[in-house]
């Protein structure tokens, strides 16, 4: 039996499972062996607890000790290159949507403001009350400004990308299909923001000018933020390779913006190697170029 394994004490039992879990960081040819040398740690750790070495410190050192450990499978996993190049990929741009649908979905609980708004539309829908017996429906200004307000922002966001996607020469599914996906994210995320941020004033204000005044910022920061995220959405797009959808480094700006025959353009190359993109600046500049390097060019 393992001398650190004879110890009186023995390590939390939280901290033997978090080390558990945290092993699936690790590459899976490793993982083994990093099993054994952080257990082998923390038990040996235990063992000075035990004997009265480290038992004032005993549970900083352990929280330390699986900091370190949880860091070492990480760095193991994602070396700084691989990780430089996840975030400068597609890979960050989908998971951060992920990760704001999933945080929206949490701090709403559950999307409260969207089930209010469904439930309200199919009550309306399903329980009209005629205009012999009410005048005025409250739950028809509801849905309807609701659904008005989205409809304007897609509108919105559907002239932007008319624009915008003239100047996008690149084909390919993979940089079509990412461009789709931004947008899909944008379209999802900033409407259900809107929805649960009325749904929290409904709740927590009560009705008033406060309230009529923060459904009126709200809204027009509605159409501001979905305008200005689809634009980004586009400028984003322009600036990475068409091949491995990375972000393109080095760029250089060529040119004088008062000169016809040499018009300022922007020079950048791709990181792996696929190309090199010339962005026009201006209408003189023409369109953008881009220019594929054979693969002498990836040792650089």
Excluded at 25 to 41: C, F, H, K, M, Y
Excluded at 45 to 63: C, F, S
């Amino acid at each position: 039996m393992d001398a650190s394994r004879e110890s009186a004490v023995k390590p939390p039992v939280v901290c033997l499972w978090l080390l558990r879990t945290a092993a699936w960081l690790a590459p899976p040819d490793g993982r083994a062996e990093w099993n054994e040398r952080w257990t082998s740690r923390l038990w040996n750790l235990w063992i000075l607890i035990d004997r009265g070495e480290l038992a004032v410190h005993g549970q900083v050192e352990t929280a330390r000790l699986c900091r370190d450990a949880i860091k070492a499978a990480f760095w193991m996993r994602f070396n700084p290159v691989t990780l430089r190049r996840w975030w400068r990929g597609p890979g960050a741009v989908l998971t951060s949507g992920a990760v704001a649908l999933l945080l929206l979905a949490l701090l709403s609980h559950g999307f409260r403001g969207l089930r209010e708004l469904i439930y309200i539309t199919m009550q309306w829908k399903l329980d009209p009350r005629p205009a012999s017996v009410i005048k005025y429906d409250p739950r028809a200004d509801f849905v309807v400004g609701h659904f008005a307000a989205i409809v304007m922002a897609l509108l919105v966001g559907v002239a932007i990308s008319t624009l915008c996607g003239r100047v996008l020469q690149h084909s390919g599914w993979k940089y079509w299909a990412f461009l789709g996906a931004k947008l899909l994210l944008i379209s999802l995320l900033l409407p259900l923001a809107w929805i649960e941020l009325g749904g929290f004033a409904r709740a927590h204000i009560p009705p008033g000018g406060l309230r009529v005044a923060l459904a009126t910022v709200s809204t027009l920061s509605f159409f501001g933020a979905f305008g200005c995220s689809v634009i980004w959405a586009f400028a984003d797009q322009r600036q990475r390779c068409p091949d491995c959808l990375g972000y393109l480094a080095l760029p250089v700006t060529i040119g004088s913006w008062a000169s016809v025959f040499n018009p300022v353009t922007t020079e950048m190359i791709c990181d792996e190697g696929h190309g090199s993109l010339t962005v026009a600046e201006n209408e003189m500049s023409g369109d953008d170029r881009w220019v594929k390097l054979d693969a002498s060019w990836k040792e650089f």
